[in-house]
């Protein structure tokens, strides 16, 4: 039996920078390999920002964005076998097919299942179509494969991960992306050692969730980097032992951080997007053995750049897609992780919102620089 469209409320994205608008979408009913959900919590991450202003080669208009979520299956699509109508899931926009024929899914080393990214980034499902349309018809592109400013919205089945129902879902959609991308950014994709030293550049939510797993790795310097001085003290709070801004000096911001330590620092890490600051955290890498992840999306046409000479001394440059996480298996063991008081995520939710039409408010709530995550609760 096949599920009717469902009419409801979703913020679309017009134009560049222009404020959602609060609409009543169709959401059609979920094809071949795909589960329509019901949202429950979305947080604002800085990428739906980047992709709202513009920047973002494959942002597409009108599109529904939000990529951070807590939703419950309504209804499946034909072929669907892991998922049932009622399951609490958090939306990746890393997905996991699992295929053994997968190479990637097949590997340890990543997450990068490329199945549906050439559809994702076309704003589009598997099949080439969109599942939102406007009341007069106009179709509405879907983003990250999730387009969570919805009521309701359609996902691949290997998209979605299936988290215990014991976690408030208001919560779990921040394992949807920004605290899962920073903690897994220390644990996957550098992995960090006990007694090592790491610099953190922009003290968001990804950044702060570096700080956080880099304590919990065993870190004993850690040094935070904000050009907002109110950073300092919600950065003491998640773990750093110095702070530093780069405003307070003509110095650059890489010659302190290496007269602070000598030779550099182990890891670093680049939150903020700014391939300025993206040279800045390779250059104050440790002589000889410093690795720096490149974590912060850099907008269309920006390049990095520094001196060969600064990798043939030793310093390593990376980066890292949802911190590493494979979406399906990982999710879940890290709800399971905040569920057993393991780890703490509370913090991070600095502002709550009712209603799907307060994401506007959500958007001046987190560029007014005291939020970390602003959850709002549909
Ligand atoms: P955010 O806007 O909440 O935080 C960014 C922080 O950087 C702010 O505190 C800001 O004051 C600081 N900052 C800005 N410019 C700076 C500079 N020149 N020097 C020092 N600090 C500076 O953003 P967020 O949600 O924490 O996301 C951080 C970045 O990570 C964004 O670029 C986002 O798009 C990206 N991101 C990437 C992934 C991934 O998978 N790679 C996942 C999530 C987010
Ligand atoms: N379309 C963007 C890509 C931006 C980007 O790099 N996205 C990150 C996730 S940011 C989450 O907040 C990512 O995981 N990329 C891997 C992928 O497959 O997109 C652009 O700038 O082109
Ligand atoms: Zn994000």
């Known amino acids: 039996e096949v599920a009717a469209p469902i009419t409801c409320k979703a913020m679309v994205a017009f134009e560049p920078k222009a404020p959602l608008e609060c609409r009543t979408v169709v959401v059609a009913a979920p094809k071949t390999g795909e589960v329509r959900v019901r949202v429950a919590a979305n947080a604002l991450c800085h990428t739906d920002v980047y992709t709202w202003s513009g920047q973002d080669p494959e942002g597409l208009f009108p599109s529904i964005l939000g990529h951070e979520a807590g939703a419950i299956v309504e209804s499946v699509g034909p072929g669907v076998t892991t998922l049932s109508v009622g399951d609490h899931i958090v939306p990746g926009y890393t997905?996991?097919?699992?295929?053994?024929?997968?190479?990637?899914?097949?590997?340890?080393?990543?997450?990068?299942?490329?199945?549906?990214?050439?559809?994702?980034?076309?704003?589009?499902?598997?099949?080439?179509?969109?599942?939102?349309?406007?009341?007069?018809?106009?179709?509405?592109?879907?983003?990250?494969?999730?387009?969570?400013?919805?009521?309701?919205?359609?996902?691949?089945?290997?998209?979605?991960?299936?988290?215990?129902?014991?976690?408030?879902?208001?919560?779990?959609?921040?394992?949807?992306?920004?605290?899962?991308?920073?903690?897994?950014?220390?644990?996957?994709?550098?992995?960090?050692?006990?007694?090592?030293?790491?610099?953190?550049?922009?003290?968001?939510?990804?950044?702060?969730?570096?700080?956080?797993?880099?304590?919990?790795?065993?870190?004993?310097?850690?040094?935070?980097?904000?050009?907002?001085?109110?950073?300092?003290?919600?950065?003491?709070?998640?773990?750093?032992?110095?702070?530093?801004?780069?405003?307070?000096?003509?110095?650059?911001?890489?010659?302190?951080?290496?007269?602070?330590?000598?030779?550099?620092?182990?890891?670093?890490?680049?939150?903020?997007?700014?391939?300025?600051?993206?040279?800045?955290?390779?250059?104050?890498?440790?002589?000889?053995?410093?690795?720096?992840?490149?974590?912060?999306?850099?907008?269309?046409?920006?390049?990095?750049?520094?001196?060969?000479?600064?990798?043939?001394?030793?310093?390593?440059?990376c980066g890292t897609a949802f911190g590493g996480w494979k979406t399906r298996t990982d999710v879940p063991k890290l709800v399971d992780e905040h569920l057993a008081g393991q780890l703490p995520i509370d913090a991070y939710i600095t502002h709550v919102l009712r209603g799907v039409d307060k994401t506007n408010e959500a958007i001046h709530i987190l560029e007014g620089g005291e939020c970390l995550r602003c959850v709002v609760v549909y």
Not at 145 to 170: D, N
Not at 201 to 214: D, I, K
Not at 236 to 259: H, M, W
């Open 95 to 317: 997905p996991q097919c699992s295929a053994p024929s997968c190479v990637f899914c097949s590997s340890p080393k990543t997450n990068l299942c490329p199945r549906i990214r050439a559809s994702q980034g076309k704003g589009v499902m598997p099949d080439g179509t969109s599942r939102f349309s406007l009341e007069d018809g106009t179709t509405v592109f879907h983003f990250m494969g999730c387009s969570t400013f919805s009521e309701y919205t359609v996902l691949a089945e290997i998209s979605c991960a299936k988290i215990s129902p014991a976690m408030p879902l208001y919560k779990a959609c921040l394992f949807g992306c920004g605290v899962s991308t920073g903690l897994g950014a220390v644990f996957n994709t550098t992995k960090v050692e006990p007694g090592s030293s790491v610099a953190v550049f922009g003290l968001g939510a990804v950044g702060l969730a570096v700080v956080q797993a880099a304590k919990m790795a065993g870190a004993t310097r850690i040094v935070g980097i904000d050009l907002n001085p109110a950073k300092e003290s919600v950065g003491r709070d998640f773990g750093i032992t110095d702070f530093l801004n780069p405003a307070d000096s003509e110095e650059p911001i890489q010659k302190r951080v290496v007269s602070m330590t000598q030779w550099g620092v182990d890891y670093t890490y680049d939150c903020t997007g700014n391939v300025d600051v993206m040279r800045a955290a390779l250059e104050c890498a440790h002589r000889g053995w410093g690795t720096s992840c490149v974590i912060g999306v850099a907008a269309s046409g920006k390049e990095i750049s520094t001196r060969p000479f600064q990798l043939v001394t030793g310093r390593r440059w």
